[in-house]
């Protein structure tokens, strides 16, 4: 006699878990061996202090696990780094925690921090692991609109959206996808409203040095009161262009970093080994030069490809930081922005993300997001095919 079951059946969230919309188009272009400005791979080259060491420290022997919160030497570093660049002063020894890139430092952040049934609060258009970190977590996110092209905030609606279950308040400057960099009159206004109604901010400042036209960036962390409420997230996967790496790190009050690190520890154990001590020599060694020849090489290729578009007749929002832009797609035949990408791709070989992966309730239709982080010789290729379609 056969017995019926159902307990073998997926979680409540798993079915409306889909496929990133970056990876689904990664995967297409792979396929047709187009030009990826999908994804924000960064396939620039590695600086020569950080690949050296790397290899140095595998035939070191430094490929065990580190200790939780990371090699000393790579937090000394980035503690050293926020107090000269950010100005967050964070003991390395119990504020800082090595993460295996920003997203898990954001993942772990939430797992500490909120509870299910929590609200959040993310600016639109969003990063999609901002809002599925927290939608797997059980955590609801709430979501303001910012108005395009320059991505004004509307703080009637931010204080709208702030409920009795509110715990915190997520920040991503510079931008994925539009680049937008918060000023510090911004970041005041959010600040009086997370300290008036009490919550976290929670900020991935991932694309710190891709300033253009004279941006710049100021972490929350440091505004009067926001040391105690804030988790600054960053890492070196863009700023080194070792997105494969996995060299992230946040920091964060020491009220709130153990249990950060507790989770980080249960999800991921540590960043790689080799990559950390890699990462600790390039913050260490590379001069300050070496960030400012980095906002001018990427504003020089931002200019390139956004006059491609706009002489594609794909008007783009000119990006202040970051390296992506938002275009318009609307001229590219297609029902919505996912038919619009693959409608492009397979025109051009070129593959952008559709603009509704960054937006919710299916704004976002009649945009495509591309990714500027390319190789010259990449970046001019896909130039011409845009502009020739």
């Not at 890139?101 to 609060?121: H, K, R, S, Y």
């Not at 260490?284 to 400012?292: A, G, N, V, W």
């Not at 290729?301 to 794909?314: P, V």
Request: proline share 6%; hydrophobic share 45%.
């Amino acid at each position: 006699m056969s017995v019926a079951f159902d307990r073998l059946r997926l979680s409540e969230i798993s079915p409306g878990m889909v496929q990133s919309e970056i990876r689904a188009m990664t995967m297409e272009c792979d396929r047709i061996g187009g030009i990826n400005l999908a994804q924000g791979v960064c396939d620039t080259g590695v600086p020569s202090p950080v690949m050296t060491r790397a290899i140095d420290a595998i035939s070191e022997g430094y490929n065990i696990y580190t200790r939780l919160d990371g090699i000393a030497p790579l937090r000394l570093a980035v503690s050293e780094k926020l107090a000269r660049y950010n100005g967050i002063d964070a003991d390395p020894d119990s504020e800082i925690l090595v993460t295996s890139g920003a997203t898990a430092g954001f993942c772990a952040a939430c797992m500490a921090l909120f509870n299910p049934g929590d609200e959040v609060i993310l600016f639109e258009p969003f990063y999609g692991y901002h809002l599925n970190t927290l939608r797997a977590l059980r955590v609801n996110a709430a979501v303001v609109p910012m108005a395009p092209p320059h991505w004004a905030i509307d703080f009637d609606a931010l204080r709208d959206a702030i409920t009795p279950r509110t715990r915190g308040i997520v920040i991503n400057s510079p931008s994925n996808p539009c680049g937008k960099v918060f000023t510090r009159a911004e970041l005041e206004a959010i600040a009086a409203l997370a300290g008036e109604h009490d919550l976290f901010v929670i900020t991935d400042e991932i694309y710190e040095y891709f300033l253009f036209d004279g941006a710049e960036h100021i972490s929350p962390a440091t505004l009067p009161g926001m040391a105690e409420r804030t988790v600054t997230i960053s890492g070196l996967s863009k700023t080194f262009s070792i997105t494969g790496w996995r060299i992230g790190y946040l920091a964060a009050d020491r009220r709130w970093l153990g249990a950060i690190a507790y989770f980080h520890d249960l999800v991921y154990v540590c960043a790689p080994s080799p990559f950390q001590h890699a990462s600790a020599a390039g913050l260490m060694q590379l001069p300050t030069s070496f960030y400012e020849a980095l906002a001018t090489e990427y504003q020089a290729k931002r200019d390139r490809l956004c006059t491609a578009l706009a002489d594609a007749g794909m008007t783009p929002s000119i990006p202040p930081g970051a390296y992506y832009v938002l275009a318009d797609a609307s001229a590219i035949p297609g029902t919505n922005a996912r038919e619009r990408a693959r409608t492009l791709l397979r025109q051009t070989g070129v593959a952008a993300v559709a603009g509704t992966a960054f937006f919710a309730e299916n704004r976002g239709d009649n945009l495509l997001r591309f990714c500027f982080a390319k190789r010259d010789e990449d970046l001019e290729r896909a130039c011409h095919a845009l502009r020739t379609r």
